[in-house]
């Protein structure tokens, strides 16, 4: 099993930028790079949404419109962890944010929330006008 642990978040002003990690622990004989890592976010009242997600190996990446430009996925597997990189926020970004993982995507990236088998517990990112 998997377990991922969110950190990184906190209160920021407009424009500023935040990094997000997440930390996986794996109970089992599956590498982390085997693992597809997406980060979703939900703000109060709004369905969970994908924000962005990075295959396996690292060499495939994957970001929601709202995002692209501004956010910037990462991992680095011999430490498993996953980042991200969050710059020119906006106060419409403020959400919880959630690190999830799929287990057998080393290639592809997915944005599909149900597919993902593994979640963290999140991290609050508010971001004030």
């Known amino acids: 099993q998997v377990q991922l642990v969110e950190s990184g978040g906190g209160l920021v002003q407009a424009g500023d930028s935040l990094r997000l990690s997440c930390a996986a622990s794996?109970?089992?004989?599956?590498?982390?790079?085997?693992?597809?890592m997406g980060w979703f976010r939900q703000a109060p009242g709004k369905e969970r949404e994908f924000v962005a997600a990075?295959?396996?190996?690292?060499?495939?990446?994957d970001y929601s419109d709202s995002v692209k430009g501004r956010f910037t996925i990462s991992r680095d597997n011999a430490k498993n962890t996953v980042y991200l990189q969050m710059s020119s926020l906006k106060p419409e970004d403020t959400a919880v944010y959630y690190c999830?993982?799929?287990?057998?995507?080393?290639?592809?990236?997915?944005?599909?929330?149900?597919?993902?088998?593994?979640w963290g517990q999140g991290t609050q990112v508010t971001v004030s006008s």
């Open positions: 990075v295959s396996g190996s690292a060499r495939s990446t």
């Open positions: 999830a993982g799929d287990s057998g995507r080393y290639t592809y990236t997915s944005r599909i929330r149900d597919e993902y088998n593994y």
């Open positions: 794996i109970a089992s004989l599956r590498t982390f790079s085997s693992y597809g």
